[in-house]
């Protein structure tokens, strides 16, 4: 078993400056992680968890990526059992069963979906072989536990009490299965924070700009570059990992090597509507022409995607087109019975995806590939990750790791993630027991005190103890009351943030659940941070221009057809230069 972390999980700037500090002075670091997405925070905590002396860090914010704007799932990919997968969804399985039970209960959640099958017979037949396939794997990966209820079939009729809003001639009757979903920036700040307290160096908005080398040519650390400080520095370490997803390449080629692995950007794009728009108890699990659609429940509205389409354009910033969301309302109306519209839009979101091709360069004895990830040693001293996805970063990491620190090593001293809680999750279940008393105490109701609990689960005595010492934090933020003001604190003290958008997209997550994107609780919000933060009056009048400057070109590249356009759109409001390869 993992030993209690040691240190205080808690990211903040001094924290983040204490770090650099840290990275910069002191001896070289064992492993120094190059990016800040799931799959680099997945292994900052495993080297961290495994008593080495490891620093990480991120251009921008955490999971401020492809991490934070995934479909929110935790799932085992049932449409791979359709190309025969089978070792790949069991481990999928196995994963989402460590993190519903053991690693994130807190975050984690099992999602009941509905599958609509159109042909009665033949279809269901082969549909209820592949789910009961899925289940019967995610049972051997849990060791036997039912760690999420079995498949279940309804006629055309039964399918319906379970979801109103579904059309008559979209299915002639129904198989409900489970996935799990999860709030991905969160899984990634909490994956982080969790690697803190295990020693772990953590720094934000600090971008590598080369690598160092030794006389022999061995990478031994990077020279970043810390935005906030507006500094160059260095960084010492006996061994690199990359984890930068669609920036792979570009980090690679920071070592002037040829080897190394090549990936490519998917761009993905969901659609938000209120939860009172659509009438269904489950998820709706759908294969389009081109990949599968997902309708996906949460507490207050509907997430709805998603496209695969290439993108070409400035990869910090991928924007949902037109067409874009024209496409997903056109998916989800081929089976809703109340068509959705354009105006039932609240929010949207755009991520990319990188997907894996074949490495460059031979890449040798250092390289490790699994079905869905490759780990592969792109000069002496570095290594680079790329593929998978975010179910499965656990087992990223640990591969990651083990081939960074090589056989003989890596056995002397294997990876415990496996058993290792994230921040929240160790006595989760005792403190949703307390949840009447602590409902009764503050003066909330079921529903907030479940919400803090989803989303913080056995830290809520953290946020508790701000609220004792500054009553106003236990009151909700006045235009966005689902959340209270303590949450804006706590994003501030405990989990990082140093910016208005840090807290709005990646925290508080208004940015794509409100149809003004957030903008209306600036000013609230922004008078919680800016003492936190030491911001004064101009400083804080800087960060809520930038995030409305942000919002209005998001949206004027929503009004555009082709990706060429929207970028070019957004980059005109917000007056930042393309890239030249777009």
Do not use: C
């Amino acid at each position: 078993m993992a030993a209690t972390p040691m240190t205080s999980t808690a990211l903040s700037a001094t924290s983040r400056a204490d770090a650099l500090e840290a990275m910069t002075t002191g001896e070289p670091l064992d492993l120094l992680v190059v990016g800040g997405g799931v799959t680099g925070a997945g292994i900052v905590l495993d080297a961290a968890s495994r008593g080495l002396r490891v620093g990480i860090v991120e251009a921008e914010d955490w999971a401020s990526g492809t991490s934070q704007w995934s479909s929110k799932l935790v799932h085992g990919g049932l449409r791979y059992l359709y190309q025969l997968n089978f070792a790949l969804v069991a481990e999928a399985l196995k994963e989402r069963g460590l993190l519903l039970t053991t690693l994130a209960p807190h975050l984690v959640k099992a999602q009941p979906f509905l599958w609509p099958l159109k042909l009665p017979v033949v279809e269901r037949s082969y549909s209820a072989v592949g789910v009961g396939m899925y289940d019967a794997l995610a049972l051997v990966g849990a060791k036997g536990t039912k760690t999420v209820p079995l498949q279940k079939h309804y006629t055309r009729q039964g399918a319906q009490e379970l979801f109103p809003d579904i059309r008559d001639d979209a299915l002639t009757g129904a198989i409900r299965f489970y996935d799990a979903r999860v709030d991905d920036a969160r899984l990634v700040i909490d994956l982080v924070r969790t690697a803190a307290g295990y020693g772990a160096l953590a720094a934000t908005r600090t971008r590598v700009t080369s690598f160092v080398k030794d006389d022999t040519g061995r990478v031994v650390g990077a020279e970043v570059h810390d935005a906030e400080g507006d500094r160059d520095l260095t960084i010492r370490a006996h061994r690199v990992v990359a984890a930068a997803g669609v920036w792979t390449e570009d980090v690679e080629a920071m070592s002037g090597s040829d080897q190394g692995l090549k990936v490519l950007a998917s761009k993905g794009i969901h659609i938000v509507v209120p939860k009172e728009r659509i009438q269904g108890e489950t998820g709706l699990f759908l294969r389009t022409e081109k990949s599968v659609l997902f309708v996906i429940p949460w507490e207050r509205y509907w997430v709805i995607g998603t496209t695969d389409t290439p993108w070409e354009q400035d990869l910090r910033n991928p924007v949902a087109t037109a067409e874009d969301i024209d496409y997903v309302l056109e998916q989800a109306n081929s089976v809703l019975a109340r068509p959705l519209t354009r105006d039932d839009i609240i929010g949207t979101y755009a991520g990319l995806r990188p997907l894996l091709q074949p490495h460059r360069g031979s890449g040798g004895s250092s390289t490790k590939v699994s079905r869905e990830h490759t780990v592969a040693e792109v000069a002496p001293g570095l290594w680079s990750i790329a593929g998978g996805k975010l179910t499965t970063y656990r087992v990223m990491a640990e591969d990651a790791v083990d081939v960074a620190l090589g056989e003989e090593a890596a056995e002397a001293n294997p990876s415990v993630t496996e058993h290792t809680p994230l921040v929240g999750a160790a006595g989760f279940d005792a403190y949703r027991h307390q949840a009447p008393r602590i409902a009764a105490a503050y003066g909330w109701s079921a529903e907030q005190v479940e919400h803090l609990l989803s989303r913080y689960g056995a830290e809520l005595p953290a946020l508790l103890a701000l609220v004792d010492a500054d009553a106003s934090l236990g009151e909700p933020l006045t235009t966005a009351p689902a959340y209270l003001r303590v949450e804006a604190a706590f994003a501030v003290t405990h989990e990082g943030a140093l910016h208005l958008e840090d807290i709005l997209m990646h925290r508080i997550r208004l940015h794509y659940e409100t149809r003004d994107r957030g903008v209306s609780a600036l000013e609230e919000i922004g008078s919680i941070a800016a003492p936190l933060l030491g911001w004064d009056e101009d400083d804080l009048a800087r960060e809520q221009a930038a995030y409305r400057t942000r919002v209005a070109g998001e949206a004027a590249a929503e009004q555009e057809r082709t990706d060429a356009a929207a970028s070019a759109a957004r980059a005109q409001v917000t007056g930042e230069a393309l890239p030249a390869s777009s």
